[in-house]
């Protein structure tokens, strides 16, 4: 089964009590899910070790690379308990936060993070449950602060706070989250996501724990991480606005501004960037959604996201499939509009100066000029294909990749159609072939085609896009026909097929003859 999805932004889905049954799985898959999340805030490692098993059931079964990440929980700071289970605020009044865990009252509450006390001062802001109660710093002394009630009149037990504007000493991994970790990458995920990061060092930390294991997803959640977007950005290997936090400690009117730098900075480094946070959130209790967050996703799609992200919609919501296929339906909209294609355009990042984004622009290039049907990036480590997708070609980009990690990280690029292709690659000309072959066999290009074919020589070599050919494809392959087994991606070519000939292979090669 070879899927094609018809649209160049991806999805990324939740799963949760809602979605965890391989049918359930199944049925999102074909809806027009691509990466599947899995949310270390909720649920067991069993459980997460069970829905794994029953993705990468599915994989086998469809025969497509699908990409999983791990998404974990992060500091959860808590406030404590009150005497009667809530309390009522008044606008005007003063509160007490200390660290005595005996049971609150309207005039003070426990915070059992001594350190987080010792962070705050005078004027620091405190939000409470979610934003819904503001207050701010008056007074400080020794274990405890006093805070005057800004807006909001009712906190209940046990409910979360933000501190937006300090520093916080506190790790973005708690044990928790490292046990967790541990547990991820001995599944094989692809993606780790880092909540609660507020400075590069956080990245780093997870970067010696994972130690190439899996990618890193940056969450951006915290105010102060925006200060160091690019760093950030640079650290991680994608990046996900996470906009449901960010709209607690930032002002409401700021994220949508903020949505498009990050997803500008994201395409000019060339790493994936997801939008996410209640994108179709009525549709957990609705069948279809409202028209604002029809228009919330077609934004981000004409932002120029990577991908478009479901969480409670798919995890817990009573309509997940048609969640799924609401979303899929809203980029196809977006990106057969005219206007699309000119806002994609007017961002293109400035041009790099390294070999691959010169072979990689002269491959955009040559392709649109040739009215070519697809980009073919031959990639070891994925970066050939990264290049690719940052220009945001119109044209369809085929990732093949050698091995099936990478693989299952290229879905979530824009425009890419993953082919994990195992066989061993000796010359470019046996490339080309392949490259030739795998663009027929999966319905992008026949006979007459002209398709672009970038990779790096030497092979197996990570970081060297360094070749560009272009390859028009003859009536020998565009009228063969794969046996049964070659249906999916790991498609043994004939030898005849694999022959880089002239006849084969009418070329214009752009590079020293490699082969």
Same mark, same amino acid.
């Given at each position: 089964m070879v899927s094609r999805r018809g649209r160049a932004t991806k999805i990324v889905a939740t799963l949760g009590p809602a979605s965890s049954s391989p049918e359930m799985i199944k049925a999102l898959y074909e809806a027009g899910v691509d990466v599947f999340r899995l949310n270390f805030s909720?649920?067991?490692q069993e459980n997460h070790g069970r829905v794994l098993a029953s993705v990468r059931a599915l994989e086998k079964e469809v025969r497509r690379p699908i990409g999983v990440l791990a998404d974990l929980q992060g500091p959860k700071l808590r406030l404590g308990r009150f005497e009667n289970g809530f309390i009522n605020l008044t606008a005007g009044s003063t509160i007490r936060f200390d660290t005595d865990?005996?049971?609150?009252?309207?005039?003070?509450?426990?915070?059992p993070h001594p350190e987080i006390l010792e962070a705050l001062n005078e004027g620091s802001t405190v939000l409470l449950d979610d934003g819904k109660v503001r207050v701010r710093v008056v007074k400080k002394g020794a274990g405890f602060i006093e805070?005057?009630?800004?807006?909001?009149?009712?906190?209940?037990?046990?409910?979360g706070f933000n501190v937006p504007d300090v520093l916080l000493p506190v790790s973005a991994l708690t044990d928790k989250d490292r046990a967790d970790l541990f547990f991820a990458l001995d599944l094989g995920v692809e993606w780790i996501a880092l909540s609660f990061v507020q400075r590069p060092e956080d990245v780093i930390e997870a970067k010696e724990l994972i130690q190439g294991r899996a990618q890193i997803n940056l969450k951006l959640e915290k105010p102060l991480a925006v200060e160091h977007l690019t760093r950030l950005t640079e650290l991680s290997d994608s990046i996900m606005v996470a906009r449901g936090d960010l709209g607690v400690e930032l002002s409401?009117?700021?994220?949508?501004?903020?949505?498009?730098?990050?997803?500008?900075?994201s395409r000019r480094l060339g790493k994936p960037v997801i939008v996410a946070t209640q994108m179709l959130e009525s549709m957990i209790s609705a069948p279809v959604p409202t028209r604002a967050e029809v228009s919330d996703v077609a934004t981000a799609v004409y932002d120029g996201a990577d991908a478009?992200?479901?969480?409670?919609?798919?995890?817990?919501?009573?309509?997940?499939?048609?969640a799924v296929a609401m979303m899929d339906q809203i980029i196809k909209q977006v990106e057969r509009d005219p206007g699309y294609r000119a806002i994609i355009e007017s961002q293109r990042p400035e041009q790099g100066h390294s070999? #691959?984004?010169?072979? $990689?622009? &002269? =491959?955009?290039? #040559?392709?649109?000029? $040739?009215? &070519? =049907?697809?980009?073919c990036t031959y990639t070891l480590s994925g970066t050939t294909t990264l290049h690719a997708a940052r220009e945001r070609p119109r044209i369809p980009i085929i990732g093949i990749a050698s091995q099936l990690s990478t693989a299952r990280r290229l879905v979530m690029s824009y425009g890419v159609h993953?082919?994990?292709?195992?066989?061993?690659?000796?010359?470019?000309?046996?490339?080309a072939a392949k490259a030739t072959q795998v663009t027929v066999d999966h319905g992008f290009a026949t006979e007459g085609d002209l398709i672009a074919i970038t990779a790096g020589v030497p092979f197996a070599t990570p970081g060297t896009t360094n070749v560009l050919r272009l390859v028009t494809i003859d009536k020998t392959m565009a009228h063969r026909t794969p046996r049964p087994e070659e249906s999916g991606d790991s498609m043994r070519p004939r030898?005849?097929?694999m022959k880089a000939d002239d006849a084969v292979l009418r070329s214009a090669p752009l590079e020293p003859k490699a082969d």
């Open positions: 909720h649920g067991t865990p005996t049971p609150g009252n309207e005039t003070r509450v426990s915070i805070a005057e009630v800004v807006a909001g009149n009712k906190l209940s037990n046990n409910k409401l009117p700021e994220i949508p501004a903020l949505q498009k730098r990050v997803i500008r900075e478009v992200m479901l969480s409670a919609e798919s995890a817990a919501g009573q309509y997940p499939v048609e070999v #691959a984004d010169a072979v $990689t622009q &002269a =491959a955009y290039h #040559a392709a649109l000029s $040739t009215n &070519a =049907a697809a980009i993953v082919v994990h292709a195992p066989e061993e690659i000796h010359t470019f000309g046996e490339m030898a005849a097929a």
